[in-house]
């Protein structure tokens, strides 16, 4: 158990809805990741927080947004779903930011099916 | 910018033969670089890190990695692969975006383990 939480485990909606996906970082941790992890696409950054405030933005698409909010849970809002949204979803935390000798916890993932 | 090539997708080795996952990175600041392994439906987890201390790095369930500057190379091993190790490993290297720091993890390599 890496003390990373994410709800739901699984979430299957529709083509075109919009969905919002939830991350508790271990305790005491300031920085929260967000993943997409696909078969096709394999792992890609999406974006990170650190104590709020955006740090770095990797491949994410404009219909997808996250914040972090003041007692440090993150929320990653996908909305007009496609079907190529359907993967799972990580989050990870670390104590301060990436990189360092900061390591990465990770969540178990959302898995998102989109019909 | 920081990269990471981890050679071969799939990696099959007999029970007890020697495991040699291969990853070299690019990076244009000294390197700090993670090894972390996926089992079937769950999150990644750190197996080792490198982070300019001691260049053969000796990580949890007898993985090590040994880092060669002058060949860009942190290639994972293990002398006796078991059953358990079947899993997806992903190499990944700190780097910069924005003046922030991030990491970029590779594209993976599924370990299959025969009996």
């Known amino acids: 158990d890496s003390g990373v939480t994410q709800t739901p485990k699984h979430l299957i909606t529709a083509t075109g809805q919009r969905v919002t996906l939830r991350c508790s970082p271990r305790?005491?941790?300031?920085?929260v990741y967000w993943y997409q992890q696909s078969l096709d696409q394999g792992l890609q950054f999406l974006i990170q927080?650190?104590?709020?405030?955006?740090?770095a933005k990797g491949n994410i698409l404009e219909r997808f947004s996250a914040q972090q909010f003041p007692d440090l849970h993150s929320e990653l809002n996908l909305s007009s779903l496609e079907l190529g949204d359907s993967a799972l979803y990580f989050c990870?935390?670390?104590?301060?930011?990436?990189?360092?000798?900061?390591?990465?916890?990770f969540g178990p993932g959302t898995r998102l099916t989109v019909l | 910018a920081q990269s990471v090539t981890q050679l071969g997708s799939h990696v099959s080795v007999s029970e007890g033969a020697l495991v040699l996952l291969r990853c070299n990175y690019s990076s244009s600041v000294p390197p700090y670089l993670f090894w972390y392994v996926q089992y079937p439906n769950q999150g990644l987890q750190l197996l080792l890190k490198y982070t300019s201390a001691a260049t053969l790095v000796k990580g949890i369930n007898g993985f090590e990695a040994e880092f060669k500057k002058s060949e860009t190379s942190f290639h994972l091993t293990k002398p006796s692969a078991h059953m358990s190790d079947a899993a997806e490993y992903f190499c990944?290297?700190?780097?910069?975006?924005?003046?922030?720091?991030?990491?970029?993890f590779g594209t993976g390599t599924k370990l299959q383990v025969i009996p």
């Open positions: 927080y650190y104590n709020g405030e955006e740090r």
């Open positions: 990870a935390s670390s104590a301060g930011l990436a990189g360092n000798y900061n390591e990465q916890f």
């Open positions: 305790s005491g941790d300031l920085s």
């Open positions: 990944a290297v700190r780097g910069y975006s924005g003046g922030y720091q991030k990491v970029t």
